[in-house]
């Protein structure tokens, strides 16, 4: 069983910037990919961002592309988040995941996701 923990969120003004992150155990990270999830109240969960598992391969939403930025750290077991430019619209639940897999595949089926953190707050707003 995969434990991961996120950390990072809080309250940022627009335009604002925050970094999250994923822990997990450092010498069993290397063997996932890793994604980003986010959920706004009333709306269903939706991939953010992906990295495979040596970091060579990245993948983001739409309306995040050249504003947020995922990396991984495999031998301090740490994926980040960082979030530039935030807007009121990305205020969500953001939870990262991850697959049994070396290749993030697509995060639009969440089943294909093994492993889930609790998630941590983001709140964008002035």
């Known amino acids: 069983q995969l434990q991961l923990v996120e950390s990072g969120g809080g309250l940022v003004q627009p335009g604002g910037s925050l970094r999250l992150s994923c822990a997990a155990p450092a010498f069993t990270l290397g063997l996932y990919a890793i994604a980003w999830f986010r959920q706004a109240p009333g709306k269903e969960r939706e991939g953010v961002s992906c990295i495979n598992n040596n970091g060579r391969s990245t993948d983001y939403l739409g309306s995040v592309k050249g504003r947020f930025s995922i990396s991984r750290d495999n031998a301090n077991g740490t994926v980040y988040l960082q979030m530039n430019n935030l807007k009121p619209e990305d205020t969500a639940i953001y939870y990262c995941?991850?697959?049994?897999?070396?290749?993030?595949?697509?995060?639009?089926?969440?089943?294909?996701?093994?492993?889930w953190g609790q998630g941590t707050q983001v709140n964008v707003s002035s």
């Open positions: 995941a991850a697959r049994t897999s070396y290749f993030c595949g697509s995060t639009s089926s969440l089943d294909r996701f093994d492993y």
